[in-house]
């Protein structure tokens, strides 16, 4: 095989990458986030992308999933969210994406994680939010989850 390389003023494409549980997590967080509608095409479909749905429809985003796309409508106006406490199971992306969504409306939300995930300590993650002017309060000694936020 001969490899030819020629100079070039635009280089164009299209790729499809295979559906990725952080991918989806981070287009779920991105989507809620947008103002209007987004669409995030081949999503994983798996227990961590799912919790991160279900929060961020609680938090007040419309989201409507099928077998081959997620539409999710974010929100223009970030001040009522239709729930204050969020569990994030076992997924530690879920559950420092979540903590961050809470961060933008001045209410009170409580972020959750399953037992196994409330006995990883999480100081950096507390410690940026509190840069960021956030208060966070852990209900645990040393950090541990779950956590009352109240953004700023």
């Known amino acids: 095989m001969d490899l030819v390389v020629e100079e070039t003023q635009e280089i164009s494409g299209k790729i499809e990458p295979s559906p990725s549980k952080f991918h989806t997590q981070f287009a779920t967080a991105a989507a809620f986030l947008s103002e209007g509608k987004s669409v995030i095409k081949s ?6 992308t799912r919790v991160l749905a279900h929060a961020i429809k ?3 985003a419309t989201v409507k999933r099928t077998e081959k796309k997620w539409t999710i409508w974010g ?16 997924s530690p992306m879920c559950l420092s994406l979540m903590a ?3 961060a933008f409306p001045s209410y009170i939300m409580i972020i959750t994680a399953d037992e196994q995930l ?3 300590p999480v100081p950096n993650l507390i410690e940026s939010l509190r840069q960021l002017g956030v208060e966070v309060h852990s209900t645990k000694q040393d950090m541990f989850q779950d956590f009352r936020i109240r953004g700023i």
């Open 43 to 48: 999503p994983l479909r798996v227990d961590d």
């Open 58 to 60: 609680d938090m007040g």
């Open 75 to 90: 929100l223009e106006d970030y001040q009522n969210p239709s729930g204050h406490a969020f569990d994030a199971k076992n």
């Open 100 to 102: 961050s969504l809470a």
């Open 118 to 120: 409330r006995q990883t």
